[in-house]
């Protein structure tokens, strides 16, 4: 499966999976705290008060098994990430919540706003970690580079 060749293709399918979740996420979700406003505007959001936390036991996985394939070899949505940020909605794992993840997932929805939404925003990591890998992504670089408390 050769994942930069056939983004153009699941990229359409991506969005549209992440607009779902994201979408059930600010529905459920709750609230940032004032403390936890305060990491977000840290980290440079924008809009912090936008933002929805979901505590979920698993991270839901898309149906699309092409696009479920491609996040297995990507290695986003394994077992071990604890957070996961599409658009304005937070995912944490269950007892995985602290600062520090915040700080991180904060830093995606700051890039987020940069690339002007879920379909910009998706696009760009998308092929960057198609390109070199998650670890190695600078969105995730520049994520990592926030997690300090
Ligand atoms: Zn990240």
């Not at 995912?91 to 915040?102: D, I, M, P, Q, W």
């Not at 925003?121 to 992504?137: K, M, P, Q, T």
Request: glycine letters at 8%.
């Amino acid at each position: 499966m050769n994942l930069e060749a056939l983004l153009p293709q699941l990229l359409p399918i991506a969005i549209k999976w992440v607009e779902t979740v994201a979408a059930d996420a600010a529905a459920t979700g709750r609230a940032l705290s004032n403390p936890e406003l305060s990491v977000a505007s840290r980290v440079g959001v924008r809009f912090p008060e936008r933002i929805r936390l979901r505590i979920l036991h698993q991270f839901p996985v898309p149906e699309d098994p092409r696009l479920a394939e491609a996040a297995r070899q990507l290695g986003l949505l394994g077992p071990n990430m604890a957070g996961l940020t599409l658009g304005y909605s937070i995912l944490v794992r269950e007892g995985h919540l602290s600062t520090r993840l915040l700080l991180h997932e904060c830093r995606h929805v700051y890039q987020y706003e940069q690339a002007g939404g879920i379909a910009g925003f998706l696009s760009e990591y998308l092929r960057s970690v198609a390109r070199v890998g998650y670890d190695d992504s600078p969105f995730e670089q520049d994520a990592r580079a926030h997690e300090v408390e």
